[in-house]
């Protein structure tokens, strides 16, 4: 079981700049798949970003891509969200999610995969 709480959120102008942080709890932090998501008012969940266990890969959302980097320090028990050249678009409530590490197949972009969740960090971009 890992504990997720993420903050950094809040107002930003368009073109700039915010970090996320993603604070986990335990000491197998290092065994979970880790993923941002964001989910603004009336919409469904969105993938924004994934990072392995071993920080072997990455994977972006298209609406992010090129945009936001995702990346963790398992000896910190963390997980970063970088965004630049924020979008009003972007404005969302910011997830943090993990998943247990396993060998099979499955989709890194599902919100269905990942068990554990924190408390949501909210990201307002201003025009």
């Known amino acids: 079981q890992v504990q997720l709480v993420e903050s950094g959120g809040g107002l930003v102008q368009a073109g700039g700049s915010l970090r996320l942080s993603c604070a986990a709890s335990g000491r197998t932090f290092g065994s979970y798949h880790m993923a941002w998501f964001r989910q603004a008012p009336g919409k469904e969940r969105e993938f924004v970003a994934h990072?392995?266990?071993?920080?072997?890969?990455?994977t972006y959302g298209d609406s992010v891509k090129g945009r936001f980097t995702i990346s963790r320090d398992n000896a910190k028990n963390t997980v970063t969200l970088q965004m630049n050249s924020l979008k009003p678009e972007d404005t969302a409530v910011y997830y943090c999610?993990?998943?247990?590490?396993?060998?099979?197949?499955?989709?890194?972009?599902?919100?269905?995969?990942?068990?554990?969740w924190g408390q949501g960090t909210q990201v307002t971009v201003s025009s």
């Open positions: 999610a993990a998943r247990l590490l396993t060998l099979r197949v499955w989709d890194r972009d599902d919100p269905a995969e990942y068990a554990y």
């Open positions: 990072i392995s266990t071993k920080v072997t890969s990455t």
